[in-house]
Each structure stands twice: as C-alpha cells, then as structure tokens.
C-alpha cells in the first residue's frame, strides 16, 4: 500500500527554521517523484518543491527559492523539506505527494499525505 505521512510542522516566528518529514512506504523514491505542495485558507494548492526519481533534480518554486532545501535520505524511506526564513506567508498545510517525475504542478501529483500545519507568526 501506497503510504506518505508528513510531520514536523508548527509554530515558528518569523525569521525562524523548520524541517518537515515525509515518510514513505509501499514504493520506492528510484521510481516515484516526491512533491511537497502547500495550501493557504483560500487559497489554491501549490507546489513549491519537487525532487525527481532518484533523487537527480531538485525544483524550487520561486516563492521559495534560495530559503527551502530539499532532501531524501540515504534509505530513502523519508523526504525532508528543509524551510528557513520562514515568513507568515507560509502559513499554510504542507502536503507531500508522488508522482512520476517531478514538476511544479499540482496535477502531476497524487497519493497525498494528511498534511502538516505550519504556522509562522509576525
């Protein structure tokens, strides 16, 4: 069975750092892409990073270029969303899907974990 599971996120202020956590199971990241997307109260859902199969390539939505890294570990049982410099404009739920390779659209991703709220104060 399929399986993502994200935790880690929380409260931060801003300026502040946190690592989110998507465990993984019923697959293998040499197959899959991971995207990690995010959705504000109404707003729509974007995808702000995606890492492709085999952990070659990396992208980075603009919004978060340059502050958000990431990351499979060496098992690659867990993909890590590094986010520092967190703003209040990433506030929102943070999901972690698969798809078959990685992208910036929210579409070519599915399988979504239940999420993990991040909220950064001012």
């Known amino acids: 069975e399929v399986q993502l599971v994200e935790s880690g996120g929380g409260l931060v202020q801003t300026g502040g750092s946190l690592r989110l956590s998507c465990a993984l199971s019923?697959?293998?990241?040499?197959?899959?892409?991971i995207g990690w997307s995010r959705q504000a109260p109404g707003k729509e859902r974007e995808v702000v990073s995606s890492?492709?199969?085999?952990?070659?390539?990396?992208y980075y939505a603009e919004s978060v270029k340059g502050r958000f890294t990431l990351a499979s570990d060496n098992a690659k049982t867990t993909v890590y969303l590094q986010m520092n410099s967190l703003k209040p404009e990433d506030t929102a739920v943070y999901y972690c899907?698969?798809?078959?390779?990685?992208?910036?659209?929210?579409?070519?991703?599915?399988?979504w974990g239940q999420g993990t709220q991040v909220t950064v104060s001012s």
């Open positions: 890492i492709g199969r085999r952990s070659v390539v990396t």
């Open positions: 019923g697959f293998s990241l040499d197959d899959y892409a």
């Open positions: 899907g698969l798809g078959p390779m990685a992208t910036l659209r929210t579409r070519d991703f599915d399988s």
